[in-house]
T-cell receptor, first 111, second 115 residues
Framework: GDSVTQMEGPVTLSEEAFLTINCTYT??????LFWYVQYPGEGLQLLLK?????DKGSNKGFEATYRKETTSFHLEKGSVQVSDSAVYFC??????????FGKGTSLLVTP | EAQVTQNPRYLITVTGKKLTVTCSQN?????MSWYRQDPGLGLRQIYY???????DKGDVPEGYKVSRKEKRNFPLILESPSPNQTSLYFC??????????????FGEGSRLTVL
């Protein structure tokens, strides 16, 4: 199966709503985990990362915790803004350099 | 400004007409990679390069070639493009040292249409 599985979108939320985007990974080795964000018309950019179990990555109000017991790295934000509308990609990296990406989750935040 | 630059950003071509998408990074990164992004499939790696003169196939290399003659440049070559290569292409680079956590820096993308 896929090495990274994330919830399918699109996700539509009202401004100030709570956001969760689920991501699970295959439990082989000790991967580093990432969330990337792609704003309309742009390339991907790193949002946050975690390199070992129980690490919490955070940036711009987004958080994700590396959960080894559930092989998950869910992305959360307490209060989304219209400017958060984008596509979010979960990714894992093993001992090499290549990143394996999930298929992406589109988020639309409405005023 | 640290960046990955791709050209062209948009291209419409016809089946069989060779084309090259250039990629250049100014961060002295060792690792460079090409991805294609397609609806419902996410990002898939085409080729990557660990350093100058070292390239290797990713998940979907068929129909593509690359070269890495200089550290900063990593062009993607489509010798005989076909319609199934219509896609959005991203070049990315990374510092590459094993001590790094592997952040990839992406270009802005090249949208290719093959008629």
């Amino acid at each position: 199966g896929d090495s990274v599985t994330q919830m399918e979108g699109p996700v539509t939320l009202s401004e100030e709503a709570f956001l969760t985007i689920n991501c699970t990974y295959t439990a082989t080795g000790y991967p580093s985990l990432f969330w990337y964000v792609q704003y309309p018309g742009e390339g991907l950019q790193l949002l946050l990362k975690a390199t070992k179990a129980d690490d919490k990555g955070s940036n711009k109000g987004f958080e994700a915790t590396y959960r080894k017991e559930t092989t998950s790295f869910h992305l959360e934000k307490g209060s989304v803004q219209v400017s958060d509308s984008a596509v979010y990609f979960c990714a894992r990296r093993d001992s090499g350099y290549a990143l394996n990406f999930g298929k992406g989750t589109s988020l639309l935040v409405t005023p | 400004e640290a960046q990955v630059t791709q050209n062209p950003r948009y291209l419409i071509t016809v089946t069989g007409k060779k084309l090259t998408v250039t990629c250049s990074q100014n961060m002295n990164h060792e690792y460079m990679s090409w991805y294609r992004q397609d609806p419902g499939l996410g990002l898939r790696q085409i080729y990557y390069s660990m350093n100058v003169e070292v390239t290797d196939k990713g998940d979907v290399p068929e129909g593509y070639k690359v070269s890495r003659k200089e550290k900063r440049n990593f062009p993607l070559i489509l010798e005989s493009p076909s319609p199934n290569q219509t896609s959005l292409y991203f070049c990315a680079s990374s510092l590459g040292a094993r001590g790094q956590a592997g952040e990839l820096f992406f270009g802005e993308g090249s949208r290719l249409t093959v008629l």
